[in-house]
């Protein structure tokens, strides 16, 4: 049900939900707007009517617009954005604290904001929290990794893991970096851009944690790992089988603290199309 409901009190007939609506299914009527009968059927659930309307008029789906949050005067500037995202860093030094659970799940709830294609919200996050659950992960994946490096059985192009369970066993985890948590994104394989909806959800639960003074390591060991070497292990995570799995993202307390940010504007290859 998509519940559209106007306030005729609060509704200035101003048309911004018409305007706005991707799909065009909403149409201002005398009475105010509404939905067209023989579209609503296309509706995206998107919820932009609720969130453009100026003056909370407008409900859909059951929601309260007085429950959103008010965007004027809690948006961060253009300079603190900037600075957070050139200040950002992948961490491979991570204190062996786990983060608090109501933490990890502010982290978890606002990624699930992230824009999907179609706004089909298929991603699903399979997130380690618990340290013990954790080691055992780090162990049963070297110890599959080995297996395969003993029966040769690695993939092409990456015969280099036998020297990471070389570095497991002089005491150094290359692949988990010690970590205390673990993400996982995937999506359905039948969406229309699965891959694409993962990495942009893991791209903001990232620029979440950074502002939060958490470290995170985009893990494509990891991911090759559970995916390409020892699945047996990555079944183990009960990621749905309609699912890709699309990375695996490490986090937790930062064991190192950076004071400046890098210098990176002069290798950036930008090309400037001039029609």
Known sequence: MIEFVVDSKKCTRCGECVKDCPVGIIALEDSGPALIADKAKLCLKCQHCLAVCPTAALSVLG?????????????????????????RRSVRR???????????????????????????????????????????LREETL???REAVEGERLPKGMEFFAGIVKAWD???????????HLVIVSAPKSGPTPAADGYIALCTFELLASSLGLGTLWDGLATWALVDIAPQVGAKLGIPETHELVYTMLFGQPAVKYHRTVQRDQDANIQQLIW
Do not use: C, W, Y
């Open 170 to 180: 002089r005491g150094t985890d290359v692949i988990f970096r010690d970590a205390p």
């Open 94 to 136: 991570f204190a062996p604290e786990p983060i608090a659970s109501d933490t990890i799940n502010k982290l978890l709830r606002t990624a699930a904001h992230a824009p999907t294609g179609h706004n089909n919200l298929g991603v699903v996050f399979t997130v380690i929290e618990d340290p013990a659950t954790m080691k055992q």
């Open 143 to 145: 110890a599959g990794i």
């Open 63 to 87: 929601k309260n617009p007085a429950d959103s949050q008010v965007l004027a005067g809690h948006l961060p500037t253009a300079e603190q954005v900037e600075a957070l995202i050139r200040g």
